[in-house]
């Protein structure tokens, strides 16, 4: 037995020793599944196998790096270069390459990126005369993408009834034409796209018998990293190499599958002991990473699944903190909670600024956590992504918002003048740069006045740029007496910019919906707060001076630790110190999609287990008691994920004061077998205030010492009272907001004592 074994716990020697068969390794979050895979395949090479025999199939690039780096240095660089390591499809293009002629192909083919299949299929579209705004090229390449990745070619698709009556549904009824006519145009060309590697490698086994032998016989083993994400075309291929051999170790975590949106299927994992009858179970239990009051809340949560692969994870590292559970009054309040938390722990000098992580369901949450941190001078980096004010579609909308009040801005102007397509090309944008050169002019002034300044064009180029014109020069009038908020939503509405995102529901324009909701909460934020601070009408101006500090500081480039905000899909794989774990309220996390869902809400709670994992020493979970969303206050319950911790592991929030039973903090949380309905994104509500808490009557009579619960900031105390009536203002100390001025009139509060 290789002497480089003895570094391994009892469960991974027993995982990486069995080589005689199929074999199913259940990888426990943080129990060392990447160190069992390297070190089963430097066992294989210790036991004569040549590299060249064992083909190992990851999911990123990074990860094949890793391991074979690993591997290098059991058994040497020499033998560890020719193993055969990397992601599915780059392993499957080098043998499409050897193979290309069987297919049709050279062995020269090229491989489309995203935007060149994109493309192709914008081409298409156009060439079939079909609306681009019915059949959008994104929507069409998912469909597309889909039935590749459950291996249904262009004739199959046209023959099902069921995918035929969906696109039906999509009003969308040739998507099948358009499909057959890209597998062609994609053949024609030479051309694979990234789905096709997986579809061709498949085609190539299944019709040529010979050449999936060659491969069986030259692949003696077969391992498969995160099995859990696999799709049913790479399934069925890693079938195909092994069907006969049986020679395979599929290493995953069920718990952690978190990726149906991208084709991934859960049966893959849970049944392959069902394919592979005589294939042995391995359980690594043992987490390295997390307290045990961590693993053990984490153990609780996922027990309430039902389809899984039992197993019982445990932690001998400390005991650990219970988790606490943070109730917020409102997202604002539960950004300045996370943030004060934050700078206390890094107060005491034991964690630097990366070992703290911030995890939400979606993107469009980040806005109030950047926000929080930015008043306080922490630094951050969004991973995996941009910052909120970053993202092109808040881009677009803070363009509109520019030109708004400056017409003369030339960079929002073109950027917006055909945004959403309003007909207006570069050739027509080029003149009018042209003539605005030449007289030194500004491009809206030319856009005034184009005849005066040489603008020669078509009559119903015309009529389109006078149409462009009188809609900014409208809402320049409407900015000049209505607020930020009022005038925000009617731009995002009449502009087109509603219509065009709201038109499909991909997995990323629904990221895009929720990221312009959140800037019209946002700026409904904004002029609440300054309204209560004494100002009467809040500006567009006013909005776009605040936002210039926070799109000026998102451009800094800077070096040193910085606190992690992402998504909680971005963060599987790695780990932190300290995990908050934000936004844990129904119809938010879980996700309104996956109500209707048992399957989803399934998933959903994975992905709890996922967030839940990521922490080392302490994790903190938070949920808010109401958010502004569509126009109006909306009260939240808590998620429905916190009662499946059991309580025991939970150190229950501060209600009023007084810490909560749990029966009580809970009690508001829907039960799993009553989900809700799920929640149908709406267009921007135009309701002009919020409804919820009610203001004070102006000149109220509050005191210097009285407790108030106010409608953003929580609990705070009024330190300080000055002037009369309409101009009365209390200065008060909020536990977690700071100090705020507040003008009486409009303040949002009740006095609680």
Not at 1 to 10: I, Q, R, Y
Not at 42 to 70: C, H, V
Not at 123 to 151: C, F, T
Not at 541 to 557: F, K, P, V
Request: proline residues 4%; contains cysteine.
């Amino acid at each position: 037995m290789a002497d480089f074994l003895d570094g391994l716990n009892e469960s991974q020697r027993e995982a990486v020793l069995y080589v005689d068969g199929p074999s199913l390794v259940i990888a426990g979050a943080g129990s060392g599944k990447t160190r069992v895979l390297t070190y089963k395949i430097a066992y294989l090479l210790d036991q004569g196998y040549e590299p060249w025999s064992i083909l190992a199939l990851t999911f990123t690039n990074k990860a094949a790096r890793e391991m074979k780096e690993r591997i290098a240095g059991q058994v040497g660089a020499d033998r560890a270069r020719y193993l055969w390591m990397g992601t599915f499809h780059s392993i499957f293009s080098r043998i499409l390459r050897f193979e290309a002629g069987a297919l049709g192909f050279s062995s020269d083919f090229t491989i489309y990126d995203a935007a060149d299949s994109k493309s192709l299929i914008k081409s298409i579209i156009k060439e079939m005369h079909l609306d681009d705004k019915v059949y959008r090229p994104g929507a069409v390449q998912s469909r597309i993408s889909n039935a590749k990745n459950h291996l249904i070619l262009p004739e199959a698709y046209a023959a099902n009834a069921e995918l035929y009556q969906s696109d039906l549904e999509a009003k969308m009824p040739s998507l099948r034409d358009i499909y057959a006519r890209y597998w062609e145009r994609c053949r024609q060309s030479d051309a694979m796209d990234f789905d096709d590697l997986l579809v061709y490698t498949y085609l190539l086994f299944e019709r040529f018998p010979e050449v999936r032998e060659k491969y069986a016989s030259r692949f003696r083993f077969v391992l498969v990293d995160e099995y859990q994400d696999t799709n049913f075309a790479q399934h069925r291929i890693v079938w195909q190499l092994t069907e006969k051999s049986r020679r395979v170790c599929v290493v995953g975590d069920d718990a952690q599958s978190i990726y149906s949106f991208r084709g991934a299927n859960i049966d893959n994992i849970l049944k392959f002991t069902e394919e592979y009858k005589e294939a042995r179970l391995f359980k690594l239990e043992q987490n390295y990473r997390s307290t045990q009051t961590i693993v053990n809340a984490a153990n609780s949560l996922i027990a309430k699944n039902s389809e899984q692969i039992r197993k019982e994870v445990f932690s001998e590292k400390a005991k650990g903190e219970p988790i606490p559970v943070f109730n917020a009054y409102s997202d604002v309040e539960e950004g300045d909670i996370v943030a004060n938390q934050i700078v206390k722990l890094a107060a005491g000098g034991a964690y630097g600024y990366d070992d703290f992580a911030i995890l939400y369901r979606t993107n469009a949450q980040s806005r109030i956590f950047e926000e929080a941190l930015r008043k306080r001078g922490l630094p951050y980096r969004i991973y995996g992504g941009l910052s909120f004010y970053q993202r092109k579609e808040i881009k677009d909308i803070v363009a509109y918002f520019r030109l708004v009040v400056n017409p003369n801005d030339e960079e929002a102007f073109k950027r917006i003048i055909n945004f959403p397509a309003r007909g207006i090309g570069d050739t027509t944008l080029n003149k009018i740069i042209d003539a605005a050169t030449r007289a030194n002019v500004s491009l809206w002034t030319v856009l005034n006045e184009p005849l005066a300044y040489g603008l020669s064009l078509a009559k119903n180029t015309c009529a389109k740029l006078q149409g462009f014109r009188d809609l900014i020069a409208g809402f320049a009038e409407d900015a000049v007496r209505k607020n930020a908020y009022e005038v925000g939503q009617d731009i995002v509405r009449r502009s087109g910019i509603i219509a065009e995102i709201y038109r499909d529901r991909t997995p990323e324009n629904l990221s895009r919906q929720e990221n312009v909701e959140e800037l019209i909460n946002g700026m409904h934020d904004f002029c609440a707060s300054r309204e209560e601070e004494g100002n009467e009408r809040v500006s567009l101006s006013d909005y776009l001076s605040e936002i210039s500090l926070l799109t000026d500081l998102d451009s800094e480039e800077g070096e040193g630790a910085r606190i992690t905000l992402m998504t909680i899909h971005s963060a599987k794989g790695l780990e932190f110190k300290n995990v908050f774990v934000v936004g844990l309220e129904e119809n938010l996390f879980p996700s309104p999609m996956a109500s209707g869902s048992y399957r989803q809400l399934e998933e959903e709670r994975r992905l709890f287990y996922v967030a839940v994992t990521r922490a080392e020493e302490h994790c903190f979970l938070s949920f808010a008691k109401s958010r502004f969303k569509y126009g109006k206050m909306e009260f939240c319950s808590p998620s429905r994920f916190l009662r499946d911790i059991d309580a025991c592991y939970l150190k229950l929030p501060l209600d009023g004061g007084v810490p909560a039973s749990p029966k009580r903090v809970m009690s508001d949380a829907p039960r799993f077998a009553k989900p809700e309905p799920p929640r149908v994104l709406r267009k921007v509500s135009l309701s002009p205030a919020p409804e919820g808490m009610p203001s004070s009557k102006p000149g109220a009579a509050v005191e210097v010492g009285q407790t108030i619960e106010h409608e953003r900031f929580g609990i705070g105390e009024i330190i300080k009272v000055e002037g009369t009536g309409d101009n009365c203002k209390a200065t008060v100390q909020f536990r977690h907001a700071g100090t705020k001025q507040l003008l009486l009139k409009f303040a949002r509060f009740k006095v609680v004592s």
